[in-house]
């Protein structure tokens, strides 16, 4: 039976990973936003870049519980043109959204492109067996582009949301998540996927948990993942189960 306090808010709804939670998050009580013209239950086109717009339009559906902001231009390459519109501008106003609408938490898409560059330009490090020192959320960023850079705006961002107006924040840099859920078409993907049930394993950890603000590292258990996940199995207690290496047998 779905809570009515379990209600939460997903933008970017209608790409892979929103498709993954919208279906598989069965005890929520979920309201969809995304750019897409689409009829159906509880969704609502909406830009993200016009603030008034996405307050005016909330009194449609709130109140809610939590944000999972997954809405950007995923693109790895993406210019900073589109970045700076669908990736930084939305962002801002998801959080000023949820410190106006007093919505106390905000779970949000980071990336492991934050660090990408760690892997090499282009990326070699998935080509190792055995890596020495696993790439952690303390190390420095190292972004591949202007897409990871977007993300580590979201990461800073949140952790001025969540320091000044005390909204409870989780940035999750999320690893490889495939809509048909097969690592096998890259060989980085060995090492960097995240399956749909850890995925959502992952999300549903950091939607009970009680850390004010984290950064974590979102991956299955893949016997070459190189990115530390040692604060989300303590901090989330999340423990990933799907190894992308049986693929490759």
Request: with cysteine; glycine share 4%; aromatic share 12%.
């Amino acid at each position: 039976m779905i809570r009515r306090n379990n209600r939460l808010l997903i933008t970017g709804s209608e790409g892979v990973i929103g498709n993954v939670l919208v279906k598989r998050l069965n005890n929520y009580d979920i309201i969809r936003l995304d750019i897409h013209p689409i009829k159906d239950n509880n969704y609502y086109q909406s830009d993200l870049n016009n603030l008034t717009d996405l307050i005016s339009q909330s009194k449609a559906y709130l109140p809610i519980n939590c944000i999972i902001h997954l809405a950007a231009d995923s693109k790895v390459d993406a210019s900073w043109e589109s970045v700076l519109k669908n990736n930084i501008i939305t962002t801002r106003n998801i959080f000023e959204f949820a410190k106006r609408k007093e919505i106390n938490k905000i779970i949000f898409a980071s990336s492991n492109h934050v660090t990408g560059f760690y892997e090499g330009n282009p990326p070699s490090l998935h080509l190792q067996e055995k890596y020495e020192n696993l790439i952690s959320p303390q190390m420095e960023n190292r972004p591949d582009g202007y897409y990871g850079v977007s993300k580590i705006f979201g990461e800073v961002l949140g952790r001025y949301y969540s320091d000044y107006y005390d909204l409870n924040v989780i940035s999750l840099r999320i690893g490889t998540v495939l809509k048909d859920d097969n690592p096998l078409i890259n060989s980085r993907f060995r090492s960097t996927w995240l399956s749909h049930d850890d995925l959502v394993n992952l999300i549903k950890c950091s939607l009970k948990t009680n850390v004010k603000y984290g950064v974590y590292y979102g991956v299955s258990n893949n016997t070459r993942n190189y990115w530390d996940i040692s604060n989300a199995k303590k901090e989330l207690i999340f423990n990933p189960k799907d190894n992308a290496e049986l693929f490759f047998k």
